[in-house]
């Protein structure tokens, strides 16, 4: 059964910096995309970045040049590297991953930018 277990959110001033991970286990097909979406209250889950297995990289507008994601393909896990966060990328985060014809979500981790 594939699961994906997300780590690294927390509570940090705005200009703080977190690192987010997910591992996917129980996958035997190799990982097309890899993601991160997240939801603030109140409003709709959104992506936020993602990359193919190939290396392609997409971020959304809010957050282009302020975070970064990588994957490593031998531990089937993504990294979100999240730098100057600002109080409005408080949200759940949500790792996504696809392989085969097949989608999955973590459960989310608690990102929070206080003042």
């Known amino acids: 059964q594939v699961q994906l277990v997300e780590s690294g959110g927390g509570l940090v001033q705005p200009g703080g910096s977190l690192r987010l991970s997910c591992a996917a286990s129980?996958?035997?097909?190799?990982?097309?995309?890899m993601g991160w979406y997240r939801r603030a209250p109140g409003k709709q889950r959104e992506l936020v970045a993602d990359?193919?297995?190939?290396?392609?990289?997409n971020y959304a507008n809010s957050v282009q040049g302020r975070f970064t994601i990588s994957r490593d393909n031998t531990k089937n896990t993504v990294y979100l590297q999240m730098n100057s966060l600002k109080p409005e990328d408080t949200a759940v985060y949500y790792c996504?991953?696809?392989?085969?014809?097949?989608?999955?979500w973590g459960p989310g981790t608690q990102v929070t930018v206080f003042s």
């Open positions: 990359m193919t297995r190939g290396g392609n990289r």
């Open positions: 129980g996958i035997i097909a190799p990982i097309n995309n």
């Open positions: 996504r991953i696809t392989f085969l014809s097949s989608t999955s």
